[in-house]
């Protein structure tokens, strides 16, 4: 019923942008807190960006000032837009939906920056 499903991954060069789209379902959107995460391998899960029912946004600090997380509603979408990529950005990226003490997870989607 509930499906969080990642889109915009990919292969992109050093330098680059990439925006990430995460589709909400079955939830009631605007309630919850929704964020970014991501890990590469053979590394543990890390945040990259939350942003609250409210708006408030909170970024980890290797990605402040390159990447943005925005949320649309009325489109039950959270966005991860991603600039200046690097290639310790390499990592698996998953959406994550949060009300209270439920939590849900996207499957994640690839991004890949490589020359």
């Known amino acids: 019923q509930v499906q969080l499903v990642e889109s915009g991954g990919g292969l992109v060069q050093p330098g680059g942008s990439l925006r990430l789209s995460c589709a909400a379902s079955?939830?009631?959107?605007?309630?919850?807190?929704m964020g970014w995460y991501r890990q590469a391998a053979g590394k543990q899960r890390e945040l990259v960006a939350t942003?609250?029912?409210?708006?408030?946004?909170n970024d980890a600090d290797s990605v402040k000032g390159r990447f943005t997380i925005s949320r649309d509603n009325a489109k039950n979408t959270v966005y991860l837009q991603m600039s200046s990529l690097k290639p310790e950005d390499t990592a698996v990226y998953y959406c994550?939906?949060?009300?209270?003490?439920?939590?849900?997870w996207g499957q994640g989607t690839q991004v890949t920056v490589s020359s």
């Open positions: 994550n939906a949060q009300f209270l003490q439920t939590i849900y």
């Open positions: 079955g939830i009631t959107f605007s309630i919850y807190a």
């Open positions: 942003i609250t029912s409210g708006g408030s946004i």
